[in-house]
């Protein structure tokens, strides 16, 4: 086996001393200009401006701007959480709150749990007794009851952290800002596991949520408010019609109409809240082909943004930018593996090999410049998961979201 090894590290590293700049360009072109170049400028803008606002602090409009928020929670047999959940809202540091908890067609106990709290006046109750088979459905119906100027809504699955509501709405002090998306977290999984898999969604959430979001309310392409835990300004929702329930992610739908408003988005990451995963990866499947497909879908519904006309520039680049690297890339990385599989096979391996390399030296970085930036710094002992996401995690993605974009255009069901 070491000589074997041997071998083949001396036959890599000859092949490597034989490349020119432009032979490795022309054989990783993908890799460079896609990944590369995209993922370590991200990582370096986000740096810089950290060093900035070190500097020069960012002062927000109104010190003491605290609307009345109304807070949504919609649940659906959310028995084993409900409470923690409400718990969580009650202990939040906010004065003008209301807590609206919709009960949407649970057959558990979620109404009783909840129940304790609304006899008392602490919370508003509504039952629907027929679900309405959307969580969109549900959040309209909170919106009919609601009196505050800001609405935030709040997955059944997610706990906010005792400052977060303050630090959610001190953007919306901005005349220029909509909406905002909290920082989600993962705590465990649903049931309480912390195994791999759950591992892999924290470390999954850290660099591609939040430093996603993070840079894209930078350069203002924000284009996903966070369903399980965002805020919006009422009067906004409430002239776009509330939300549709005709996609499977109402989130990204009602933050494209948002935007169509010309209205900005903004990342609070100190409004940080904490959630719960699928643990199995069954349940992870079927969560991220849901939300696969509800992004194309949303995509196709507000298509008439690729036209431009009206529409803000930089919402029109940030379509064009979600569909080139989220979807088109996928068929554009499956192309140049079957190219380089059927006319490079002598030096496949070797492809392979500095591929890996490539791709872990990224994802480190990535992965060091998100524990870096996040108000809760990430441990190093999340290195170890750095070979897991690139070799495993992330290609399994991959095949995932095409599954889904394949799922959407034969018109398959899929239910909330």
């Not at 928020?69 to 969580?88: C, D, G, M, Q, T």
């Not at 969109?136 to 977060?164: K, M, P, Y």
């Amino acid at each position: 086996f070491l000589s074997t090894l041997n071998l083949l590290i001396e036959g890599f590293n000859s092949w490597l001393q034989r490349l020119t700049p432009i032979d490795f360009f022309m054989i990783l072109w993908p890799l460079l200009i896609f990944d590369f170049t995209r993922s370590i400028g991200k990582c370096l803008i986000l740096l810089a401006h950290s060093l900035y606002r070190k500097v020069k602090p960012e002062h927000y409009v109104a010190q003491n701007f605290s609307p009345k928020l109304s807070l949504i929670i919609p649940a659906h047999n959310e028995e084993k959480i409900i409470v923690r959940a409400i718990e969580a809202a009650l202990e939040a540091d906010y004065d003008q709150k209301e807590i609206i908890v919709v009960d949407d067609g649970s057959r558990d106990r979620t109404y009783e749990l909840a129940y304790s709290y609304a006899k008392r006046g602490l919370i508003k109750l509504f039952r629907r007794d027929v679900a309405s088979g959307s969580k969109a459905g549900a959040l309209n119906f909170g919106l009919l009851f609601a009196t505050g100027d800001t609405i935030v809504t709040v997955d059944a699955d997610t706990l906010i952290e005792r400052n977060s509501l303050k630090e959610i709405v001190k953007p919306l002090s901005n005349p220029s800002v909509s909406a905002v998306s909290g920082n989600v977290m993962v705590l465990r999984g649903e049931h309480g596991a912390n195994n791999l898999l759950v591992k892999l969604q924290a470390y999954e959430y850290l660099v591609s949520l939040e430093l996603g979001r993070r840079f894209n309310a930078l350069i203002n392409t924000l284009l996903i408010i966070s369903g399980a835990f965002g805020a919006f300004w009422k009067k906004h929702v409430a002239s776009l019609g509330q939300y549709d329930s005709d996609t499977i992610t109402e989130d990204f739908d009602v933050t494209l109409k948002v935007r169509k408003l010309g209205k900005r988005l903004t990342f609070a990451d100190k409004a940080i809240s904490w959630t719960f995963t699928p643990e199995t990866w069954r349940d992870w499947r079927r969560q991220r082909i849901r939300w696969s497909r509800g992004q194309i879908e949303s995509l196709w519904k507000h298509r008439n943004i690729f036209f431009g006309g009206k529409f803000d520039l930089m919402l029109i680049l940030a379509v064009y930018d979600m569909v080139l690297m989220d979807i088109f890339l996928l068929f554009i990385r499956l192309g140049w593996f079957i190219y380089v599989f059927i006319y490079m096979q002598q030096t496949l391996l070797y492809i392979i090999i500095l591929s890996i390399i490539i791709y872990l030296a990224i994802e480190l970085i990535v992965l060091l410049t998100a524990g870096a930036l996040s108000p809760r710094k990430t441990p190093l002992k999340n290195i170890y998961l750095v070979p897991v996401m690139t070799l495993l995690y992330r290609p399994y993605y991959s095949v995932i979201r095409l599954k889904a974009y394949l799922e959407w255009i034969i018109q398959k069901q899929s239910a909330w």
